[in-house]
């Protein structure tokens, strides 16, 4: 179900099968709001559990989220906090737990130009059987964009993420075009001749070594909210 106000949005959904060869329980909560023209926010909770006499998998995230522009500046701040939980019995018993921060701004000193900064930091606990691992992961990254009409822009991203507990360095880099569809939705092509895979760090940036599509938004002061919501999931 669903509640919305002029202020904020709320909603909150459940669901519980009892099928032949196993159960499942799925929770899913959201809030939304935009309470003045400069801040948006937002949070979001997920619970899935399944099982049956001899297994069990059960997966929780939690997400909070703010999109942030003070008037008459020309930078939009992002940050998503989360935490994920995800724990597997039967055969094999796994645990993994993951806390999350991804920090990005977005500077627009022009109207056909961008600059994007990102840092993000995350701890990551792993348990299989006996087997333990945990540690930092960090990233820095930059992304520039020019456009060279109202519908076509370009870019070029940079990034590196570090390991702590191995001490490994990882590089990315690549350029891309993108196409305005609608409003703030672009599509982008483009090709990263190094990269590193960790869908954690996704905010905007497509970071895969190779070519890709990618659909990603451009932000304004008119979308906080929407900005803030499409975040937190």
Same mark, same amino acid.
């Given at each position: ?105 977005? /500077?627009?000193?022009? =109207? %056909?130009?961008? !600059? $994007? #900064?990102? &840092? ?5 606990? @792993?348990?299989?059987? +006996? ?47 993108? /196409?305005?569809?609608? =409003? %703030?939705?672009? !599509? $982008? #092509?483009? &090709? ?5 895979? @960790?869908?954690?760090? +996704? ?31």
């Amino acid at each position: 179900g669903a509640y919305r106000t002029d202020l904020f949005s709320v909603m909150l959904n459940g669901e519980y099968r009892d099928g032949t060869f196993d159960t499942k329980r799925n929770v899913s909560f959201g809030a939304y709001t935009q309470p003045n023209d400069d801040l948006g926010l937002a949070a979001n909770t997920l619970y899935h559990h399944q099982y049956d006499d001899l297994n069990s998998s059960k997966n929780m995230e939690a997400r909070v989220a703010l999109a942030y522009r003070p008037q008459q500046t020309d930078l939009i701040v992002l940050e998503k906090l989360e935490y994920i939980h995800k724990e597997e019995r039967g055969a094999t018993e796994g645990k993994t737990q993951k806390l999350i921060n991804n920090l990005q701004a977005n /500077y627009t000193p022009h =109207d %056909t130009f961008e !600059l $994007s #900064l990102q &840092y993000g930091v995350k701890y990551v606990f @792993d348990k299989i059987d +006996d087997h333990e691992h945990k540690g930092w992961i960090h990233l820095s990254g930059i992304d520039a964009r020019y456009d060279i009409t109202k519908k076509i822009d370009i870019g070029l991203q940079s990034s590196a993420m570090f390991a702590e507990s191995v001490g490994n360095l990882d590089y990315g880099a690549g350029v891309y075009v993108g /196409y305005n569809l609608v =409003d %703030t939705m672009w !599509l $982008s #092509l483009g &090709y990263n001749w190094m990269g590193f895979d @960790d869908s954690d760090f +996704d905010l905007q940036t497509y970071r895969t070594q190779g070519p890709y599509v990618k659909f990603r938004m451009r932000f304004d002061q008119k979308t906080l909210g929407e900005t803030a919501k499409a975040l937190s999931w």
